[in-house]
């Protein structure tokens, strides 16, 4: 059987650089007929440069990109709406313009998939956005389209197994604004986004539209494939989405603060999250970050962020207490996930100073937050500065430093543990300028 086209859609707004790596990453990973993918990028008024300049990449001429651009910026939901209202082909596959895919993607299967089932209304791709979810493991036969395909779960030439989402689950986020392909009749039957919100409050909005009709007579149903229940794209943006779900749960954070970079809560101020990033961005390709003191994910996130594409490992290392605040290392992942850097993180529940005892390999960005005891600092000191590479940063937060304004005792025995360090090995350091509570030293030798 023929394959339909489908229309490519990328929404984007003044980002040159992430939509770049996103084109590559579809040219690349997915799989389907070139004559039957038309590229549409949906363009929110970024101004004429912007689009003279995605133009003029000539390793996208192939593509034929098309635009549609809105007659003046109006938001998500407005750009979208307009976007889709020019397309005409059946089929549109989603995704926004910093989403890396990080795999191979056979468009083909999606689509046999929805041919043969005329009552999916979109797939997923992304992942789904929730606590929990309740799904049905149903199978298709798409040997009319690709008899040789198996789906490595079932194994069976020519039939593909999909979950489709129960309109009874119990989180609205069963629709989100995560990469997806479905039906122009997909917005027929659920209506358009909501225009003229913050992106938060549009994917909230239309989450509960969707999850309200889901359970009318033939309303298009929702699928994923199992494979794809995996964060399989890196959101390498900045993360502008607040959703109920997420106040929901940052409830629980007591009174952390979020980070307006990332969205992750935590207690660096901004300036010390920009030092974080700023110093996690000039970590060389593959190198080491280890962060002690992890918490809710704030600084993780800002180390993840500043280092992202160049193969940098980012360790977190904290007791990860199962406390009366739940399980601090799923909380931890979870907010990672959000922000969009679910798979970055590799995680060390325990003691710092034993963890350090058997950690083997030099390190390029150390930060420390964990315990802020004059014993504990001098510990972790002990156990992890020494691995630090020549040319290697460590970074102390909560300290007494001179341009931190608002200090208390914890800041000074933290301070004292540095200064008693210095003392014996200061020799080996330069102390670089403090910024709020955080002090910073290079490993000159
Ligand atoms: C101030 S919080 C870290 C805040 C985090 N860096 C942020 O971005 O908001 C301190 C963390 O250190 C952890 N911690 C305290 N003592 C520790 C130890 N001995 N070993 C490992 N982690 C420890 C605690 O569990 C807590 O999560």
């Known amino acids: ?122 797939l997923r791709y992304r992942g789904i956005a929730g606590t929990h979810m309740v799904t049905h493991l149903m199978e298709a036969d798409i040997s009319a389209y690709l008899p040789d395909h198996q789906d490595g779960v079932h194994m069976v030439p020519g039939k593909l197994q999909y979950c489709l989402l129960d309109s009874g689950s119990p989180t609205a986020y069963i629709y989100s604004n995560g990469a997806h392909l479905k039906r122009r009749s997909f917005h027929q039957f659920y209506g358009v986004y909501p225009e003229g919100q913050k992106l938060g409050a549009t994917e909230e909005t239309f989450c509960y539209t969707v999850k309200s009709a889901m359970k009318l007579p033939n309303a298009p149903a929702i699928a994923i494939l199992p494979d794809w229940f995996y964060m399989w794209f890196e959101h390498i943006g900045q993360s502008y989405q607040l959703t109920e779900e997420d106040r929901g749960e940052r409830h629980m954070m007591g009174a952390a603060p979020y980070s307006k970079i990332t969205g992750v809560p935590g207690w660096e101020t901004e300036h010390e999250q920009n ?74 529940r325990g003691d710092s100073g034993n963890v350090g005892e058997f950690w083997d390999g030099a390190i390029d960005l150390l930060f420390i937050d964990g315990d802020h005891s004059f014993n504990g600092v001098s510990r972790d000191i002990n156990a992890w500065c020494g691995h630090i590479k020549v040319g290697g940063i460590v970074i102390f937060h909560d300290t007494a430093a001179k341009s931190n304004t608002n200090i208390h005792t914890l800041h000074i025995e933290v301070s004292q543990a540095i200064d008693a360090w210095q003392k014996q090995d200061g020799a080996h350091w330069r102390e670089l300028p403090s910024v709020d509570s955080m002090r910073v030293f290079e490993r000159i030798e």
């Open 275 to 348: 030092l974080l990033l700023t110093l996690a961005r000039k970590v060389p390709p593959g190198g080491v970050i280890v962060e002690i003191g992890s918490e809710w994910g704030m600084s993780a996130s800002l180390l993840c962020y500043g280092s992202q594409q160049r193969n940098i490992a980012v360790h977190c290392v904290d007791l990860f207490p199962n406390d009366y605040r739940g399980d601090m290392m799923a909380h931890h992942a979870h907010n990672l996930r959000t922000a969009g850097f679910g798979d970055r993180v590799i995680y060390h």
């Open 1 to 122: 059987m023929d394959f339909p086209v489908v229309t490519i859609m990328v929404i984007t707004y003044k980002r040159l650089n992430e939509i770049q790596q996103t084109l590559d990453a579809l040219r690349k990973h997915i799989s389907y007929p070139a004559d039957k993918l038309r590229w549409l990028i949906a363009d929110d008024s970024s101004g004429a440069d912007y689009i003279e300049s995605i133009k003029a990449l000539k390793r996208f001429k192939a593509l034929n990109l098309e635009f549609a651009v809105t007659p003046a910026n109006g938001g998500w939901g407005r750009n979208v709406n307009h976007a889709l209202s020019q397309i005409e082909t059946e089929y549109v596959f989603q995704i926004e313009d910093d989403y890396l895919l990080r795999k191979p993607l056979d468009l083909r299967a999606g689509i046999a998939l929805m041919e043969t089932k005329p009552e999916i209304g979109m």
